[in-house]
Structure formats: C-alpha cells, structure tokens
C-alpha cells in the first residue's frame, strides 16, 4: 500500500512538473523567412491553433512584399526595434503590397530598407539563441494599436479596397490576454 502511494505521488509529481515546465517553456515567437522578423504564437488571431497539432500556427508562412494577409493589422516584431510594426495590405488599387507601421516612422514599405542590399539581395537578421522565448519590451500597445489602425485609414481609407475602420482588428482581438506581465 504504501509503495502504490509512493509510485502515484511519483507519477503525479512528474506530470505536474512536466506541465509547469511545458507551459513555462511555450513559445512566444516564430522567426518569420526570409527577415527574420518574429510573429506572435500567443495571438489567436493571428496563430490559431493547429487543430492537428494544438500547436498555434502563424496565419502565413512567410512575409515579403506581396504577402497578403488575411486579418489586419498583424503584427511582427524585429528584435532591433523596441516597437512592433502593424502590417497592412495597400488597397490593390495602389499595388496591394504589404506595409508596415512604425510608430516612430510612420508607414512605409515592407520589407525595411536594412533588410535588402543593393540588387535585391535579401539581409535576414541574426536571431539570439533562444529568440522563441523573449519577451517583448512593448509598452503601450493598445494605443500603438488604434493610432495604427487610425493611420492606415488616414492613409488609404479613400480608396476603393481599403479595409474599413471597423473590420481591422482591435486592441483585444489582436492582443488579447498575454502570457506576460508586460501590456
């Protein structure tokens, strides 16, 4: 009886210890081809859950200048910049391609300019060791969000295609509940 109790004990302190430290190590980010930049897993809007795996999975699989996305804004981060960028598509009117919102930039053209040499020559940032667990030095996200998603309508809310105001998502969908104290 007592060797049961024992065993059981056992068994349930590995199990438990293997949920803490599974849940303790999950993933945050993905590295995204050919940049480099991060995309959120912990964002189900923007990496639902694999059915097949229960993983969470990216809503693309690569980001370059003609990637359309199925939700906007997403967003990703460069582990250079302390600020994520919002990414949109331009209405197909002016080129469809993808941009992104820097909070200290403004709108422009993605990929980045420090991401490309001179004859296209693709430059993806050297990721740290362990990139998939950093946590984000994001402060103000909710307001990055709205004063994105304003700027994107600002920009191209005039012209036939753009995604209306209230079909880009919100603070709470995009962001929703963080694994870390950080927002």
Do not use: K, M, R
């Given at each position: 009886m007592r060797k049961t109790r024992l065993f059981f004990g056992l068994l349930l302190c590995l199990a438990v210890s293997f949920i803490i430290t599974s849940s303790a190590i999950a993933q945050y980010w993905q590295a995204m081809p050919p940049y480099n930049v991060l995309w959120p897993l912990w964002t189900q809007a923007l990496s639902p859950i694999d059915p097949l795996t229960g993983q969470?999975?990216?809503?693309?699989?690569?980001?370059?200048?003609?990637?359309?996305?199925?939700?906007?804004?997403?967003?990703?981060?460069?582990?250079?910049?302390?600020?994520?960028?919002?990414?949109?598509?331009?209405?197909?009117?002016?080129?469809?391609?993808?941009?992104?919102?820097?909070?200290?930039?403004?709108?422009?053209?993605?990929?980045?300019?420090?991401?490309?040499?001179?004859?296209?020559?693709?430059?993806?940032?050297?990721?740290?060791?362990?990139?998939?667990?950093?946590?984000?030095?994001?402060?103000?996200?909710?307001?990055?969000?709205?004063?994105?998603?304003?700027?994107?309508v600002a920009a191209f809310g005039s012209y036939p295609g753009a995604v209306p105001y209230f079909s880009l998502l919100t603070p709470e969908v995009l962001w929703g509940v963080p694994p870390f104290p950080v927002f």
């Open positions: 969470p999975t990216p809503l693309v699989s690569s980001l370059t200048s003609s990637t359309v996305l199925p939700v906007q804004p997403a967003f990703v981060w460069d582990i250079e910049d302390v600020h994520p960028w919002f990414l949109y598509n331009a209405p197909a009117i002016l080129g469809g391609n993808l941009y992104y919102f820097d909070p200290l930039t403004g709108f422009n053209t993605f990929p980045p300019p420090d991401h490309i040499l001179p004859g296209g020559i693709i430059v993806p940032h050297a990721l740290p060791l362990g990139y998939e667990f950093l946590i984000p030095p994001f402060t103000h996200v909710d307001l990055l969000t709205l004063i994105a998603n304003n700027a994107y």
